[in-house]
């Protein structure tokens, strides 16, 4: 029991930081024009410049 309580909140922690990511992308791209700041945000968090 306790083990498979352990993996299943690992397997949680990396779940969310694999889709965390992608839906701040989707985020960005459908509210960067409503909402400038975040597709800043975006372009900085993925490195692109310009």
């Excluded at 949680?12 to 945000?41: C, E, H, Q, W, Y």
Aim: no cysteine; net charge positive; proline share 4%.
């Amino acid at each position: 029991m306790r083990f498979s309580r352990l993996a299943a909140f690992w397997g949680a922690v990396a779940g969310v930081s694999i889709v965390a990511p992608v839906m701040f992308n989707l985020a960005a791209d459908r509210l960067g024009t409503s909402l400038p700041a975040l597709k800043s945000l975006n372009d900085y968090a993925t490195r692109r410049n310009g």
